[in-house]
């Protein structure tokens, strides 16, 4: 190692973080190749696990009913993951910081309550309506925090004590007709059953994020090369860019077969862009994987540990009762079985099958995305089999259990390897 | 107890000068009237025994805890030190000695925890050269800065710790056993790396219990005992003294264990006083 005290890196001095000799850093595309496998072998699975899984129950699925995989069917499919998915976006927070919410089901259920019985009972704005919906999402995430910072109580507790509170405000909301029926016609029911995006504009959203990751590769590449960093070759962005964009562009020529790509679906894909934005590349992102990963080091680096809860809590929350307006477009009701059943459960195994960590400290917003996409496949799958919601539950439930064992064996193979 | 203090100390007004520091924890006087200097480019090694009020006297220093009695002068200027960020701000890092890192989070994230560049968008080039830097003064051997903390030595964890303090440029750092938990070659590369900050012209406060340690590295060694200053010694100074000085008295288990060794170890190794 060269004690260089230089900023700049003069010309023969290797860059600033390859002078380690010790390190082997991938040089050619077969290097790289093998630094991932490497990767996979140490337990840094990351997205792998899913994406394998969901290869595996599409083909079964496609040989079990060849309606599967039609264009129509995905089309609907992706209509039912919206719902479930900004729900599960939520979760993704509250596991980042190591803790749990139990009642978002019950949370979006209210909303729904609270939409139908503003908007249709008492002709309030639907937009009003939409807000009040989500604003009390806001204040039940800002209640439970509080319960949880200045009581202590831990969040599966706060939260199931939620769970029951919120399922009988919703029925008491529903008083005794048990159900509201959402106008057909209006622009909500509209977006939660039919409008999809013009194929022209489906094309060119689907483009937009190899764009994005050629612009920001450049630059970043750029900017590393200036400070004397090493960079990804020009080579390596491209294929990248190239590689997402096909794939992307592949999916959309094949939903615009059908009906074509629900609105609905686009939002939340824009959210979970958004969600892992933030994460990634904000301080309050930092300080979430800092809080779940270790909270006492996160307090004494001078981070307000407490409102980093309350925003997971607020943001869950929230996200749990947009879901449930979502979910009330969807249905075009507002009844009493909205946010029961699975919904709670499916939005927690997604953001866990997704690759989210239940010890907190690691994960990503596209494992809500990748998450429900599974958990609706199966749903989806099984319904076209025409076999009933009881084997449905027993084998989302066997897939959750999967998914946990492969969290915790790959956990306890990253620690062997000494990874985090 | 006597004063044998026999190294120059460095030049210069003292960066830190502690007067009648107490601290009271009810009726418990975990500090009592403690005075301590310490220098620009000093290493000040504070020594004792368990319940001496090492750590309670660091945790003062740090912000942690507030003095009962006395005065704190840093820079000339008396201060109080209110909470951590209060002595962060005043150029006072301190390492703990579980190091307090986020072992999920990379190097880089860990040196700026709660410091990022752009709070909305993080600038993670300059603070990935910024890291660079710091450890490279250190001449720290770390593969990546990209890697998880989990993925390094305990050595190298600590470097990265140190190199963490010194981000805000602090005038003092305070260490807390930097050495406990660390392997032989480990604990080398530590001892080097708190010369290579004394050599920057910091003042350095180790608390550790390890003696080799301590004479290795430190310009000045203070002995607290039962919360009160027990004589001040330089890093040359004989075994008995310092331990005496530690455990209050000459004739100690530690002395009486020696003498045994000695007397068995007599006929072949007669220097043999360990």
Redesign the interface.
């Known amino acids: 190692?060269t004690?260089?005290?230089n900023?700049a890196v003069p010309a023969g001095e290797p860059m600033?973080?390859r002078r380690?000799e010790?390190?082997a850093h991938a040089a050619t595309f077969g290097d790289t190749i093998r630094a991932f496998l490497d990767r996979i072998r140490s337990g840094d699975l990351g997205m792998l696990p899913v994406i394998i899984g969901l290869i595996i129950i599409w083909t079964v699925f496609s040989i079990l009913n060849p309606v599967f995989l039609t264009p129509n069917n995905l089309v609907n499919l992706l209509f039912d993951s919206s719902t479930v998915g900004i729900i599960s976006l939520g979760i993704v927070c509250m596991l980042m910081v190591g803790e749990i919410d139990l009642s978002v089901g019950s949370v979006s259920g209210v909303a729904s309550a609270i939409l139908g019985v503003l908007w249709v009972n008492h002709g309030v704005p639907a937009g009003f309506a939409i807000l009040a919906a989500v604003a009390f999402g806001a204040l039940v995430g800002f209640i439970y925090a509080q319960l949880y910072n200045r009581f202590g109580m831990p969040s599966f507790v706060v939260t199931l004590a939620g769970l029951l509170t919120f399922l009988g405000l919703q029925l008491w909301l529903l008083g005794s007709t048990g159900s509201i029926n959402l106008p057909y016609g209006s622009p909500l029911v509209r977006f939660g059953q039919l409008l999809v995006m013009p194929a022209a504009v489906s094309v060119i959203l689907a483009a937009l994020p190899g764009v994005l990751m050629l612009y920001t590769g450049f630059r970043?590449a750029a900017?590393?090369k200036a400070?004397?960093?090493s960079s990804q070759s020009s080579a390596a962005i491209v294929t990248r860019a190239v590689a997402v964009t096909v794939v992307a562009e592949i999916v959309v020529a094949y939903l615009n077969q059908g009906r074509g790509v629900p609105w609905m679906f686009g939002l939340f894909v824009g959210l979970v862009f958004a969600m892992q934005y933030a994460l990634t590349?904000?301080?309050?992102g930092?300080?979430m994987?800092?809080v779940?990963?270790?909270r006492?080091?996160?307090r004494?680096?001078?981070?307000n540990v407490r409102m980093i809860y309350t925003s997971a809590f607020v943001a869950c929350s929230t996200l749990a009762a947009f879901g449930g307006v979502m979910a009330a477009s969807r249905l075009a009701s507002s009844s009493q079985q909205a946010g029961t059943g699975d919904v709670n459960l499916n939005a927690i195994a997604a953001a866990v099958i997704g690759g989210t960590s239940l010890f907190g400290?690691?994960g990503s917003a596209y494992s809500a995305l990748l998450g429900i996409i599974v958990i609706q496949s199966i749903s989806s799958g099984l319904t076209l089999l025409d076999l009933s919601s009881s084997l449905r539950y027993m084998i989302t439930g066997g897939v959750l259990a999967i998914a946990v064992i492969v969290d915790s064996l790959a956990r306890r193979s990253?620690?062997s390897h000494?990874?985090? | 107890m006597t004063d044998t203090l026999q190294g120059a100390p460095a030049s210069g007004a003292p960066v830190l000068s502690l007067r009648g520091i107490s601290k009271h924890f009810g009726a418990v006087s975990a500090l009592t009237e403690i005075d301590l200097d310490v220098h620009a480019g000093e290493v000040v090694a504070l020594v004792g025994d368990n319940g001496a009020g090492k750590s309670t006297l660091v945790k003062i220093l740090s912000g942690v805890h507030q003095p009962s009695a006395g005065t704190i002068q840093f820079r000339g200027e008396t201060v109080t030190l209110n909470d951590p960020s209060a002595a962060l701000s005043l150029g006072i890092a301190t390492v703990f000695q579980d190091l307090a890192l986020c072992e999920n989070l990379d190097v880089v994230a860990n040196i700026f925890l709660g410091r990022e560049l752009d709070p909305l968008r993080m600038d993670e080039v300059t603070m990935e050269t910024r890291s660079w830097q710091l450890l490279n003064e250190l001449s720290a051997r770390i593969p990546s800065v990209r890697a998880p903390v989990a993925s390094l030595s305990g050595g190298q964890r600590q470097t990265v710790a140190i190199a963490r303090s010194l981000l805000l440029d602090p005038k003092l750092i305070l260490l807390d056993e930097p050495t406990a938990a660390l392997g032989v070659a480990q604990t080398a590369e530590v001892l080097d790396l708190i010369e290579r900050v004394r050599d920057r012209g910091l003042g350095v406060v180790m608390i550790s219990h390890n003696m080799e340690d301590v004479r290795a590295v430190a310009d000045r060694i203070v002995v607290l005992r039962l919360g009160r200053n027990n004589g001040e010694f330089a890093p040359d100074a004989s075994n008995e003294d310092l331990v005496s000085a530690i455990t209050g008295a000459s004739n100690n288990s530690v002395s009486r264990r020696a003498h045994r060794r000695h007397a068995q170890a007599a006929p072949h190794a007669p220097e043999a006083g360990q």
């Open positions: 190692m004690d260089s005290r900023q600033l973080d380690d010790r390190v970043t900017r590393r400070a004397g960093l590349r904000t301080r309050w930092r300080s994987f800092a779940g990963g270790n006492e080091a996160a004494r680096a001078g981070i400290g690691r990253r620690v000494g990874r985090a």
